[in-house]
């Protein structure tokens, strides 16, 4: 009898499973189904771009963004939608930066394409000019000296790697020369630096980005220069050594300036008090119109809530999304954030960013307790079929990962990068770069993953 009892029990156990399993797949179908013929993601990217533009921390534009963001979540009737103040920091770029190399005395003043480092300081009124070295790496750096460099304009003309097949490997790669770039040459003695731009496409966008001062190093100026650009200044000084190098710049740092998080919340049916987030950065560079980076990830986010609503899928955990102010040139916005989550005592169980452009997604990265990010896995058969083959440990995002010391598991999202860092900090980060139907697969696949989050837990 007892046998006979427990087979039952299994049958049951059994029936139930493949019952839940039906449920999900369904669901999921519903998510990308109704992401695809009716979702709002690609409409409040065009406003954003088009209507707004780039977002730099303590713009105007910025503002209007948080406004902007705030009135499309209310206009939705979540549970909740709130701000969060920020205080940011407020880095003017100025007039457009202008260069030009002269290979003889008597030679011809030949242009480049240059744009200011994000943080730099300005040149003098008049400009900077001088005698270039090149350099291919910290450690050529160190071996030239202060003998080499010292009053000398330093070319850093590092190239991120082509053979990485993900192309943030080979971004985090070069990226180092254009953070520390500034306080290695002026340690000894450099006046100005010059970056290649951080991409491997070949064209005449100077890429933007942030970069850093050391304390004990008097600050230089530093620009970044176009991937031609750079080729052509290369030849240049293999042909002509004493070549000489002219850039101007009139970036300026102000006082810091209040801004905002933007917080939109679908509170849980049977867990409110597990929190799962979804976010994106709202502030962009000042170049393009920071469609890919970051508005691709906010519209993504914004999309998530819409789509349970849309759907009336009554989620069992708080659903949030946020977008983040200040990623880009100070992280202070995802800081923030945390600041408050610990000071409430939210348990934030999860948070998902996009920040990784609005192309095809392929999979998610995951950091945090290897058992939640196993009993994750073990659904990664429902999104086989919406071509999300890619699940792996590694990394959540810039604005989430101030959550890792509350035990929040980190989870980003993985698009196809090969085309992400033709227009990452570019002016080519325009509107018409991203595909709509490659943004609202985006949004769906953070939703049904969301969803499956909501429905599960993560213990």
């Known amino acids: ?75 939705l009737k979540f549970d909740r939608v709130f701000l969060q103040d920020v205080m940011v920091p407020h880095w003017v770029r100025g007039e457009k930066g202008n260069a030009f190399y002269k290979p003889t005395t008597a030679g011809a003043l030949l242009p480049v394409s240059i744009t200011a480092l994000g943080m730099s300081i300005a040149t003098p009124q008049g400009g900077l000019f001088g005698p270039v070295v090149e350099i291919k790496n910290f450690d050529e750096l160190a071996v030239k000296g202060r003998k080499e460099i010292a009053g000398k304009i330093v070319f850093f003309n590092y190239p991120m790697d082509p053979t990485f097949y993900n192309t943030f490997r080979a971004y985090g790669e070069a990226a180092k020369y254009r953070w520390s770039a500034a306080a290695r040459a002026g340690y000894y ?28 190093v008097q600050k230089i100026p530093a620009c970044a220069i176009s991937t031609i650009g750079a080729n052509e200044l290369s030849d240049a000084i293999k042909m002509y050594p004493q070549l000489q190098f002219f850039f101007k710049q009139s970036c300026e740092m102000k006082d810091s300036v209040l801004s905002h998080n933007v917080v939109g919340e679908i509170k849980g049916s049977e867990h409110p008090e597990e929190i799962i987030i979804v976010g994106g950065h709202l502030d962009s560079w000042d170049l393009g119109k920071g469609a890919h980076d970051d508005g691709a990830g906010v519209v993504q986010s914004m999309e998530v809530l819409n789509l349970f609503k849309a759907l009336n899928i009554k989620p069992k ?29 939210e348990n934030t169980i999860a948070a998902i960013e996009t920040d990784g452009g609005g192309t095809s997604p392929r999979g998610f990265s995951f950091k945090g307790d290897s058992m939640q990010i196993e009993k994750i896995f073990s659904k990664k058969y429902l999104f086989e ?17 101030h959550l890792e010391k509350q035990g929040t598991l980190l989870i980003g999202l993985s698009p196809d990068s090969q085309r992400y860092f033709d227009y990452h900090h570019a002016a080519s980060d325009t509107f018409d770069k991203v595909n709509k139907r490659e943004l609202e697969l985006g949004a769906a696949s953070i939703a049904a993953l969301v969803y499956l989050i909501s429905e599960y837990g993560l213990k």
């Open 317 to 345: 955990r708080t659903i949030r999304c946020v977008a983040f102010m200040n990623e880009e040139n100070g992280g202070r916005g995802g800081a923030k954030y945390a600041e408050l989550a610990k000071q409430n005592n």
């Open 385 to 401: 079929q919406y071509g999300l083959h890619v699940w792996m440990h590694g990394y959540g995002g810039a604005d989430i990962d």
């Open 189 to 216: 003695g450099a006046k100005g630096v010059v970056v290649r731009s951080m991409t491997l496409a070949t064209d005449d966008f100077p890429h933007t980005g942030s970069m850093g001062y050391s304390d004990s």
């Open 1 to 75: 009898m007892r046998k006979y009892f427990c087979t039952i029990i299994s049958v049951l156990v059994f029936f139930s499973n493949v019952n839940a399993q039906s449920n999900d797949s369904l669901n999921i179908r519903k998510i990308y189904n109704e992401a695809l013929t009716s979702g709002k993601a690609y409409g409040w990217l065009d406003y954003l771009c088009n209507s707004i533009g780039s977002r730099l921390s303590g713009s105007a534009q910025a503002e209007l963004a948080v406004n902007y963001v705030k009135k499309e979540l209310d206009q």
